[in-house]
Structures are given as structure tokens and as C-alpha cells.
């Protein structure tokens, strides 16, 4: 441990280290430490370091500005920032909540937002280039995870897609136990994730589990946002020198720029540099070790036993309009402290300092980055997610176990309710009350059920997409094979309920109609949910917007309201063709009704009704194709939307790289990260 320390940079603090704590805390973590006895070596030689510095990222950026609206005119964020970040160097992005940091994270990886514009230029080895998969890595402050894997599990099936297929499965394995005993998480191996549901890792575990997500690679270039929040003081420790010492481990010289709430004087020592911003200005750049010499020459000393990273922070926080207290400042207000410190920076032989590096590194040309790295396989990409998402569904009672102890309960009360329905001229109106409510109730139960666990797993896709874990195809394939099982089982059982005690169109032909009509029914919903859920992601509009859409499709479907009896224009035209109900309650009417014969009416006596008399003139249904025919469309549109989901997604990766450039073409950009999967 001593020797970790020893390697680390040595940055200002107020305080001389006390080595003795920093062991104390080991013992009290019980952190495993698998290169303990490793020789770390703070200096190799110059040759060595030079291959590593070439086989690195070194990224710049040069007056970047990023903006966004604010009513007609445009709010700044972050202020033509300077600064670089070098291979082997952990860049620390420090500075009150609200002031830029997640916003300059999110522009060095590519990652802004769609209402943002930014300007300024973004190289990498002197390039603007773009970086391949498992190249850069970002873990962000929203942990989306399955909620049901445990730890390990979740590290096991990301190293499966992750990795080449060229490692061996125990290689995986291995690779995974070990990044997470890495992180300390030796004892929540086989604890959950947990979610709203149930609790599981807490929230400083979470964040643990979301690095070794994003390590298990081992990228050249590292994106942490607040990657100890969450953590006491001795984990923020331990978690941020496994990372800083990640580079002095397995000799890749990674590039680590890792934004921090409040590190502890510990953690301030392992920083090579700092980037202080307040409200998106540079108060500091620089090495984080004389950050402290900067603030004393301003007429900020730090006081004595006191955490440098506090100290500055407490200077630059304008949140609580205060005057610098005595003896941090020279009792001035902390607006006029930012102007001191900011004017001074940019007057410094360190900011000039930085300026020139920079502009010599994008004159100069380190070489390009390695563009491709071997990730699993596209087909082994898919198993693994058919596996990984059925467990998850397999674990998660809320989705689909809880839908069929619903949907079962619903089929009880109307097996019931209709039960033995019989063939009298009553009956007609029964049963078609009977499957067109049925119907209509798993609509909306589905959507209920559904929509939050497709939008948990959407999280998931998001996060692992935007590190180019996998594709848009793969993870569509995942979903849709590792989900039929479950849709089956939920059209199996309540179907089976409502056909035995109504005493529906007896025939096993016809059981296993109803059975793929209510399959396909809740697959049809389940479709459209993934196409408004990737265009709205977000619970209530995503809710309102399918529960809307089905709504008007069960109005026109046909029951409610008899086809020829719709209004023309619109209703009829195109809508009722478009609504995927319609085909669900034509081809279960066939079904139901084709081959079968009803008792006469009042008025005709013992005249009996053939069935297909009572499909032509009472649900006046079109006659002219067989009901399989309706079930295929039912299975076409299923297609359809499933692919218009692949559609819209690809197509949103490729406009948002598009947008940006038309924003702002005079800048020159680096805004996209190239996926590895990117054909997926
Ligand atoms: N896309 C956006 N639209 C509008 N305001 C934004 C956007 N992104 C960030 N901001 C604002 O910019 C400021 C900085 O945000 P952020 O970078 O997240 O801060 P930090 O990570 O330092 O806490 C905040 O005031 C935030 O509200
Ligand atoms: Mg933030």
C-alpha cells in the first residue's frame, strides 16, 4: 500500500499524510488488493514511457463553449474551456454542483445533449478522430442495471459481450471475479442489484459495480462522473486509487477523466491534475499539486488541517451568497473571489503553459487510436441477451408473473361471468362481448404491466449502447426471443380459463386460434410500446401516449361502433385498416362463430342462424379472407413495429452526430463515438 502511495502524484495539502490512517482504513475495508506485492514502479524508462504515451489517448480541447437555450437567447455552461488530458494522468473536474462539470464530461465523450450547441475544438492525438469500441469508456452517475442480476451476475454476462470470443468462458469468468474483487465488491458477489422493487447493492456499491462494468475491457480512455458519490470517505479512497493505480497495473496507460463531488485529502493526492470550474469557468487548470500555491498567491491560503478540495470549493461556491469567511479569504464576497481567481488563472504562467502544450499537441501527430477492438460475436451477442434478459424476466415478479396472476384472475371472472354460454340467440351478443372485452382488457393490463420493465431494460440498452456494448439488432433479438416464452405462458393460461368454462367453439383448432390471437394481441402491444418508448422515453408520456392509441384502436376495431356504420373519411379509412384490433376481434369472430348455429330470434321462432350469417350481418365482418389470413396480418404488423423500432433507433445514432454538425458547422467537432457494432 505504501508503495501505491509512494507512486501517487503528490498534490498540495494542508495537512502532512498521515500513512498510518490511510492503513487503518485498509484493515477496516478489508479491500482485496491482488497487486499488493506487486512492484509498482513510479518511473519507468523514457523509451517505455514513450510507447505507452503512443499506444494512449491524449485528448485536448481548445475554447470550448456549450450552450443552450434560454427563452430567445442562449445560455452559457461551459466558457471557452482549455485543457488536456494525457495517457497514464488522472484529470480530476472539480467545482460546485451546477457548474459544468457533467456538461464537460458529456462534450469530451460525444455526448451532449440534442438541445445543446457546441463550439471549440476536440482532438484526440492531435486527430480529430473518433473513438472505437472498447477504446473510451463512460460510467455516468445513473446506474442502470437489471434489477434481478446479482453482481456477479451482471459482470459475468457484460464480460460475455463484451469480450472476445477469442477468451475462453473461465477467462471471462475470471476476468469478471477479478475486477470486482478489484472494486471491493468481493462480499456483495451474489447479492441483487435490486430496484423499486426490492432492495439490493446500495447505492455506493452500484456505483462500484457500474466502473467494473466499464473497466472490464480495460479502455484506453476512462469518463467517470462522480464515481464516489455515494461513498464514505475510506471507499471513495480505495475506489478512486484502484483507479488511478489501474495504469500501473497492467501497463495500458490509460487516459482517466473523472469529475468529483468532494474527494477527501486522501483522494485530492491522487490527482496529476485539476480542473477547478465554477458556473463553467476555469478557475484552475492545472497540476492539482500547486493548485494549492495558486490559491495562496491569490490570497486564499488554506488554512492549516484543513481539506484543500473544501477549501476551494468553499471560495467558489456561489450557490449561498456569503462573504469568504476570515481566514479562508480576505473577507471578500465569493462572486468577486471567482473574478480574483478567474482573472488570475488566465493571466498565469500555468494557463500559458497549458495553452502552449496544447497547441503543440494538435500540431503534432501522436498517430491514430486503435479503430476497431474484437468484441463477442453478433450471434453470441444475441444468445447471451436472449439468456440474460430471460432471467431477468424469469426473477422480475413484477412483469410478467404478475401480469398472469392478473390476467388469470380476469379470465376466472369471465369464465364465470359467461359461463357455459351456450347457443341460444343471446349467446351472440355473449360471445361477442366476451372475446372483444377480452381482448381489450389484456390490451391495457399489458401496457400497465409492460411499459415500466420495457423502460427499465431500455435504460439498460441505452447505457450499454452509448459504451457500444452491443447493437441495436442484438439487443431488439434479445428482447423479442427471451420475452415469447412469458407472452405465451400469459396467453396459455387465461385463455385456457375463459375457453373451458364458457364453452367456446369447441376444437382443438380452435383453442389454439384463441390462444395465438391472445399471443399475438399482447405481442402487438408489446411492439408498439418499444416504438413510442424509443421515441418517448419516459414513463407518463410513453403511458398516456400507447394507453391513447390503443384506445381509439378498440373504439374502431369494430364492435363498438359496426364497420360500415364508421364515419368514412379518417375512421374508417385509413384508421380501421391500421388497427391491429380489428384483426384480433375479425379473425376470433370467424373463429368463433364459422360452423356453428344459433337458436332462432323472438320473431323468427325455431328459424335457426348459421354463424357466418350472423359474421356477415350482424358484425357485418369482411368475408373475404379466412381468419388465418387475419392472424397473419396480426403477425405482419407484429414485424412491422418491431422494425420500425430498429428504424428509429438507428436513425436517431445517426441524426444526433448530423444535428449537432448542422447547429454549429463552423466548429470543428468531435461529437460521435463510433460504436464496434455499428452495423448491429
Ligand atoms: N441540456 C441542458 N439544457 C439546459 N440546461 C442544462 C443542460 N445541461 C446542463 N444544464 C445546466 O447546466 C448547468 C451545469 O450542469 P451540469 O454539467 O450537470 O453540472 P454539474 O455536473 O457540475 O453538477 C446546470 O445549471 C444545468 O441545469
Ligand atoms: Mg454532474
Same mark, same amino acid.
Given at each position: 500500500?505504501?508503495?501505491?502511495?509512494?507512486?501517487?502524484?503528490?498534490?498540495?495539502?494542508?495537512?502532512?499524510?498521515?500513512?498510518?490512517?490511510?492503513?487503518?482504513?485498509?484493515?477496516?475495508?478489508?479491500?482485496?488488493?491482488?497487486?499488493?506485492?506487486?512492484?509498482?514502479?513510479?518511473?519507468?524508462?523514457?523509451?517505455?514511457?514513450?510507447?505507452?504515451?503512443?499506444?494512449?489517448?491524449?485528448?485536448?480541447?481548445?475554447?470550448?463553449?456549450?450552450?443552450?437555450?434560454?427563452?430567445?437567447?442562449?445560455? &452559457?455552461?461551459?466558457?471557452?474551456?482549455?485543457?488536456?488530458?494525457?495517457?497514464?494522468?488522472?484529470?480530476? =473536474?472539480?467545482?460546485?454542483?451546477?457548474?459544468?462539470?457533467?456538461?464537460?464530461?458529456?462534450? $469530451?465523450?460525444?455526448?451532449?445533449?440534442?438541445?445543446?450547441?457546441?463550439?471549440?475544438?476536440?482532438?484526440?492525438?492531435?486527430?480529430?478522430?473518433?473513438?472505437?469500441?472498447?477504446?473510451?469508456?463512460?460510467?455516468?452517475?445513473?446506474?442502470?442495471?437489471?434489477?434481478?442480476?446479482?453482481?456477479?451476475?451482471?459482470?459475468?454476462?457484460?464480460?460475455?459481450?463484451?469480450?472476445?470470443?477469442?477468451?475462453?468462458?473461465?477467462?471471462?469468468?475470471?476476468?469478471?471475479?477479478?475486477?470486482?474483487?478489484?472494486?471491493? $465488491?468481493?462480499?456483495?458477489?451474489?447479492?441483487?442489484?435490486?430496484?423499486?422493487?426490492?432492495?439490493?447493492?446500495?447505492?455506493?456499491?452500484?456505483?462500484?459495480?457500474? =466502473?467494473?462494468?466499464?473497466?472490464?475491457?480495460?479502455?484506453?480512455?476512462?469518463?467517470?462522473?462522480?464515481?464516489?458519490?455515494?461513498?464514505?470517505?475510506?471507499?471513495?479512497?480505495?475506489?478512486?486509487?484502484?483507479?488511478?493505480?489501474?495504469?500501473?497495473?497492467?501497463?495500458?496507460?490509460?487516459?482517466? +477523466?473523472?469529475?468529483?463531488?468532494?474527494?477527501?485529502?486522501?483522494?485530492?493526492?491522487?490527482?496529476?491534475?485539476?480542473?477547478?470550474?465554477?458556473?463553467?469557468?476555469?478557475?484552475?487548470?492545472?497540476?492539482?499539486?500547486?493548485?494549492?500555491?495558486?490559491?495562496?498567491?491569490?490570497?486564499?491560503?488554506? &488554512?492549516?488541517?484543513?481539506?484543500?478540495?473544501?477549501?476551494?470549493?468553499?471560495?467558489?461556491?456561489?450557490?449561498?451568497?456569503?462573504?469568504?469567511?476570515?481566514?479562508?479569504?480576505?473577507?471578500?464576497?465569493?462572486? @468577486?473571489?471567482?473574478?480574483?481567481? +478567474?482573472?488570475?488563472?488566465?493571466?498565469?504562467?500555468?494557463?500559458?503553459? =497549458?495553452?502552449?502544450?496544447?497547441?503543440?499537441?494538435?500540431?503534432?501527430?501522436?498517430?491514430?487510436? @486503435?479503430?476497431?477492438?474484437?468484441?463477442?460475436?453478433?450471434?453470441?451477442?444475441?444468445?447471451?441477451?436472449?439468456?440474460?434478459?430471460?432471467?431477468?424476466?424469469?426473477?422480475?415478479?413484477?412483469?410478467?408473473?404478475?401480469?398472469?396472476?392478473?390476467?388469470?384472475?380476469?379470465?376466472?371472472?369471465?369464465?364465470?361471468?359467461?359461463?357455459?354460454?351456450?347457443?341460444?340467440?343471446?349467446?351472440?351478443?355473449?360471445?361477442?362481448?366476451?372475446?372483444?372485452?377480452?381482448?381489450?382488457?389484456?390490451?391495457?393490463?399489458?401496457?400497465?404491466?409492460?411499459?415500466?420493465?420495457?423502460?427499465?431494460?431500455?435504460?439498460?440498452?441505452?447505457?450499454?449502447?452509448?459504451?457500444?456494448?452491443?447493437?441495436?439488432?442484438?439487443?431488439?433479438?434479445?428482447?423479442?426471443?427471451?420475452?415469447?416464452?412469458?407472452?405465451?405462458?400469459?396467453?396459455?393460461?387465461?385463455?385456457?380459463?375463459?375457453?373451458?368454462?364458457?364453452?367456446?367453439?369447441?376444437?382443438?383448432?380452435?383453442?389454439?386460434?384463441?390462444?395465438? +390471437?391472445?399471443?399475438?394481441?399482447?405481442?402487438?402491444? @408489446?411492439?408498439?410500446? !418499444?416504438?413510442?418508448?424509443?421515441?418517448?422515453?419516459?414513463? =407518463?408520456?410513453?403511458?398516456?401516449?400507447?394507453?391513447?392509441?390503443?384506445?381509439? !384502436?378498440?373504439?374502431?376495431?369494430?364492435?363498438?361502433?359496426?364497420?360500415?356504420?364508421?364515419?368514412? &373519411?379518417?375512421?374508417?379509412?385509413?384508421?380501421?385498416?391500421?388497427?391491429?384490433?380489428?384483426?384480433?376481434?375479425?379473425?376470433?369472430?370467424?373463429? @368463433?362463430?364459422?360452423?356453428?348455429?344459433?337458436?332462432?330470434?323472438?320473431?323468427?321462432?325455431?328459424?335457426?342462424?348459421?354463424?357466418?350469417?350472423?359474421?356477415?350481418?350482424?358484425?357485418?365482418?369482411?368475408?373475404?379472407?379466412?381468419?388465418?389470413?387475419?392472424?397473419?396480418?396480426?403477425?405482419?404488423?407484429?414485424?412491422?413495429?418491431?422494425?420500425?423500432?430498429?428504424?428509429?433507433?438507428?436513425?436517431?445514432?445517426?441524426?444526433? &452526430?448530423?444535428?449537432?454538425?448542422?447547429?454549429?458547422?463552423?466548429?470543428?467537432?468531435?461529437?460521435?463515438?463510433?460504436?464496434?457494432?455499428?452495423?448491429?
Amino acid at each position: 500500500m505504501t508503495s501505491l502511495l509512494h507512486s501517487q502524484p503528490k498534490a498540495g495539502y494542508c495537512e502532512p499524510n498521515n500513512s498510518s490512517r490511510v492503513i487503518q482504513l485498509q484493515t477496516n475495508l478489508d479491500f482485496i488488493n491482488p497487486f499488493e506485492n506487486e512492484a509498482v514502479k513510479p518511473t519507468e524508462s523514457s523509451k517505455d514511457s514513450q510507447r505507452m504515451m503512443d499506444e494512449g489517448v491524449l485528448m485536448t480541447w481548445e475554447d470550448l463553449w456549450v450552450t443552450v437555450p434560454n427563452g430567445k437567447n442562449r445560455k &452559457p455552461i461551459l466558457q471557452g474551456l482549455t485543457g488536456y488530458a494525457k495517457p497514464g494522468q488522472l484529470l480530476a =473536474i472539480m467545482g460546485p454542483s451546477g457548474c459544468g462539470k457533467t456538461t464537460l464530461l458529456d462534450a $469530451l465523450a460525444g455526448r451532449l445533449g440534442s438541445n445543446t450547441k457546441q463550439t471549440g475544438k476536440i482532438l484526440i492525438n492531435g486527430h480529430k478522430q473518433a473513438l472505437a469500441y472498447g477504446t473510451s469508456a463512460y460510467v455516468t452517475q445513473d446506474d442502470a442495471m437489471l434489477s434481478t442480476l446479482t453482481a456477479r451476475e451482471a459482470l459475468y454476462y457484460s464480460s460475455l459481450l463484451q469480450l472476445p470470443d477469442s477468451m475462453s468462458i473461465e477467462e471471462k469468468k475470471d476476468r469478471a471475479d477479478f475486477t470486482l474483487r478489484e472494486m471491493g $465488491l468481493q462480499d456483495a458477489i451474489n447479492t441483487r442489484v435490486g430496484g423499486w422493487t426490492s432492495k439490493g447493492l446500495s447505492g455506493g456499491q452500484k456505483r462500484r459495480l457500474s =466502473i467494473c462494468i466499464e473497466i472490464l475491457t480495460r479502455p484506453r480512455l476512462l469518463f467517470l462522473d462522480e464515481p464516489t458519490s455515494g461513498l464514505d470517505s475510506a471507499a471513495s479512497y480505495y475506489v478512486m486509487s484502484r483507479i488511478a493505480s489501474l495504469n500501473l497495473r497492467d501497463g495500458i496507460q490509460r487516459t482517466i +477523466v473523472a469529475s468529483i463531488h468532494q474527494p477527501s485529502s486522501e483522494v485530492f493526492q491522487l490527482f496529476h491534475n485539476l480542473c477547478l470550474l465554477s458556473c463553467g469557468e476555469t478557475v484552475y487548470f492545472g497540476p492539482a499539486s500547486s493548485a494549492n500555491e495558486f490559491f495562496a498567491s491569490n490570497g486564499f491560503p488554506c &488554512p492549516t488541517l484543513y481539506n484543500p478540495s473544501d477549501h476551494f470549493l468553499r471560495i467558489i461556491n456561489t450557490d449561498f451568497e456569503q462573504d469568504v469567511e476570515e481566514g479562508l479569504g480576505k473577507g471578500v464576497n465569493t462572486e @468577486e473571489a471567482i473574478n480574483v481567481l +478567474v482573472k488570475s488563472y488566465l493571466s498565469s504562467e500555468t494557463h500559458k503553459q =497549458i495553452q502552449k502544450e496544447v497547441e503543440e499537441i494538435s500540431e503534432s501527430d501522436s498517430g491514430a487510436i @486503435e479503430k476497431k477492438r474484437i468484441h463477442a460475436a453478433f450471434f453470441n451477442q444475441c444468445f447471451i441477451l436472449i439468456r440474460r434478459s430471460s432471467l431477468h424476466m424469469y426473477r422480475d415478479i413484477s412483469n410478467y408473473w404478475l401480469r398472469l396472476a392478473v390476467y388469470a384472475a380476469i379470465a376466472l371472472s369471465l369464465g364465470t361471468i359467461f359461463y357455459d354460454i351456450g347457443s341460444s340467440y343471446g349467446s351472440i351478443q355473449a360471445r361477442g362481448s366476451l372475446l372483444t372485452f377480452f381482448i381489450s382488457v389484456l390490451t391495457f393490463i399489458t401496457l400497465i404491466g409492460g411499459f415500466p420493465p420495457f423502460l427499465e431494460e431500455m435504460k439498460v440498452f441505452k447505457r450499454e449502447r452509448l459504451n457500444g456494448h452491443y447493437g441495436v439488432t442484438a439487443f431488439l433479438i434479445g428482447n423479442t426471443f427471451s420475452a415469447v416464452p412469458y407472452m405465451l405462458l400469459i396467453s396459455l393460461i387465461p385463455g385456457l380459463i375463459v375457453y373451458y368454462l364458457s364453452g367456446l367453439h369447441k376444437g382443438l383448432e380452435h383453442f389454439l386460434y384463441l390462444i395465438a +390471437v391472445l399471443f399475438a394481441t399482447v405481442m402487438s402491444v @408489446e411492439s408498439l410500446m !418499444m416504438v413510442v418508448g424509443c421515441i418517448f422515453p419516459n414513463f =407518463i408520456m410513453g403511458m398516456i401516449i400507447v394507453g391513447g392509441i390503443q384506445g381509439v !384502436m378498440i373504439l374502431i376495431g369494430g364492435f363498438y361502433r359496426l364497420p360500415n356504420d364508421l364515419p368514412k &373519411p379518417f375512421w374508417r379509412y385509413p384508421l380501421y385498416y391500421i388497427s391491429f384490433h380489428k384483426y384480433a376481434f375479425q379473425g376470433l369472430f370467424k373463429n @368463433e362463430f364459422e360452423g356453428l348455429t344459433f337458436g332462432g330470434d323472438q320473431y323468427g321462432g325455431n328459424k335457426t342462424i348459421s354463424g357466418r350469417d350472423i359474421l356477415t350481418n350482424t358484425w357485418q365482418m369482411e368475408m373475404g379472407h379466412s381468419k388465418w389470413a387475419d392472424l397473419a396480418i396480426l403477425l405482419g404488423m407484429i414485424v412491422l413495429y418491431r422494425l420500425l423500432f430498429l428504424a428509429i433507433s438507428k436513425s436517431k445514432e445517426k441524426a444526433k &452526430p448530423m444535428v449537432a454538425a448542422f447547429r454549429c458547422p463552423q466548429a470543428k467537432l468531435f461529437t460521435t463515438v463510433t460504436r464496434g457494432n455499428e452495423q448491429n
